[in-house]
């Protein structure tokens, strides 16, 4: 059997402290500073355990590109723009939009580009990936990228961000945690009292779950502070990630590992942890703090408004028929509206300064149905 030092050191911490909640769980599994999953690794691609949009296909970032244009018009086309990006995996997306900007000199030359990256193997990669670029520089977080009118995009950040989740009981909402099983496994419980007026809190859709419903939420911290920086420093942000339109009960937590789902207590550090993203909650805490919002629209039709299908046209045109295959599949694949596929499973948000009041592929008038 392999080893499994940050298991081992869970277990530990449990014995040591009580049973754990579920968020400091995937805090650890994906932060620990020597264990933590996106602390050690490149988890993208086919050797890897996932792949996302932008390594699916070229299209997806050039389209980003593209609608970051266009936001960058309605903004004035200032002379001087913070293109930041959120988790930015290979750097390929950034690469793909840049690649598209490149044919807009005024706003190419306006760009800084900031990475906001804790991986240290993913930021050599994006170096790689960007070598030669000026005007490129990396940070932790967000609050440390300098002023300045921004665009923000975000690709599958927030659903590794931790959740935390609660339980129904008969006497009301108990965090659920993770403790040690009689043969010394983890298992799943709930913190032994209720959270003092937890459903207070809750949307009435899921003030109404029946016992044994599960709810997540993800504090606001973070889409605050991207929410906080547009309405403030003029901009917008475009948050793209698999969840829900409307905030609802249902557990999510989940591990994959080398493309296949896994048990998510089973090996801790060794596959990613994520849950789906809430986007009603998103949207709630980004309007809360006086920023406008776009949407949320499912990413087929948020793809197919900013002209995915013209792009792919003109990619095959050029192409050999393998190629040519390649990109239908791949066309296919991120508009894909069947009840697993890309398409409809991610969702896309916008989030400006208030004056913006409609950015491409977003508009009110465009707004998603689905669940
Ligand atoms: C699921 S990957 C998505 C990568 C990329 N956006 C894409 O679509 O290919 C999540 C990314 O967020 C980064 N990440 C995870 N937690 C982070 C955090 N707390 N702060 C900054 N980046 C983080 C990871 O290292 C990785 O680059």
């Keep these: 059997?392999?080893?499994?030092?940050?298991?081992?050191?869970?277990?530990?911490?449990?014995k040591s402290s009580g049973?754990?909640?579920?968020?400091?769980?995937?805090?650890?599994?994906?932060?620990?500073?020597?264990?933590?999953?996106?602390?050690?690794?490149?988890?993208?691609?086919?050797?890897?355990?996932?792949?996302?949009?932008?390594?699916?296909?070229?299209?997806?970032?050039?389209?980003?590109?593209?609608?970051?244009?266009?936001?960058?018009?309605q903004m004035g086309s200032p002379q001087f723009?913070?293109?930041?990006e959120l988790g930015?995996?290979?750097?390929?997306?950034?690469?793909?939009?840049?690649?598209?900007?490149?044919?807009?000199?005024?706003?190419?030359?306006?760009?800084?580009?900031?990475?906001v990256e804790v991986n240290p193997v993913l930021r050599e990669r994006q170096g790689a990936t960007l070598s030669g670029l000026r005007n490129i520089a990396w940070h932790d977080n967000i609050d440390d990228v300098p002023e300045?009118?921004?665009?923000?995009l975000a690709n599958e950040y927030f659903d590794v961000l931790p959740i935390h989740q609660m339980i129904r009981h008969e006497n009301g909402w108990h965090e659920r945690v993770i403790?040690?099983?009689?043969?010394?496994?983890?298992?799943?419980?709930?913190?032994?009292?209720?959270?003092?007026?937890?459903?207070?809190?809750l949307p009435p859709l899921v003030r109404a779950a029946p016992v044994g419903a599960v709810f997540e939420w993800r504090p606001d911290g973070e889409i605050m502070k991207v929410a906080t920086r547009v309405r403030d420093q003029d901009g917008a942000a475009l948050i793209i990630d698999y969840g829900h339109l409307r905030s609802d009960a249902g557990d999510t937590f989940q591990a994959i590992a080398r493309h296949t789902f896994t048990d998510p207590l089973k090996a801790p550090g060794q596959a990613d942890v994520t849950a789906h993203v809430d986007f009603q909650a998103l949207a709630r805490a980004a309007e809360d703090v006086g920023a406008r919002v776009h949407g949320p629209v499912t990413q087929g039709d948020f793809l197919k408004r900013i002209g995915i299908d013209t792009r792919a046209a003109a990619l095959m045109q050029k192409a050999t028929p393998e190629v040519a295959t390649d990109i239908s599949i791949a066309l296919n694949r991120l508009t894909d509206t069947g009840r697993s596929g890309m398409g409809s499973m991610f969702k896309v948000l916008g989030i400006s300064e208030p004056r913006l009041t409609a950015i491409a592929g977003l508009s009110d008038l465009e707004?998603?149905?689905g669940n």
């Design 1 to 14: 059997m392999t080893e499994q030092p940050l298991l081992n050191e869970i277990k530990a911490l449990i």
């Design 19 to 73: 049973p754990m909640p579920v968020w400091r769980y995937m805090e650890l599994c994906l932060m620990h500073p020597r264990h933590g999953y996106y602390v050690s690794r490149d988890p993208l691609g086919r050797e890897g355990d996932f792949t996302t949009a932008p390594e699916v296909s070229q299209m997806f970032g050039e389209l980003l590109g593209l609608w970051t244009a266009s936001v960058w018009k």
């Design 81 to 84: 723009l913070r293109l930041i």
């Design 88 to 115: 930015p995996g290979r750097g390929t997306m950034m690469a793909d939009a840049l690649r598209a900007l490149r044919v807009l000199p005024p706003l190419y030359q306006a760009l800084h580009i900031h990475m």
């Design 148 to 152: 300045g009118p921004s665009i923000i």
């Design 179 to 201: 403790e040690i099983d009689g043969n010394g496994k983890l298992q799943f419980g709930a913190a032994s009292e209720p959270t003092p007026r937890f459903d207070v809190l």
């Design 367 to 369: 707004q998603a149905g």
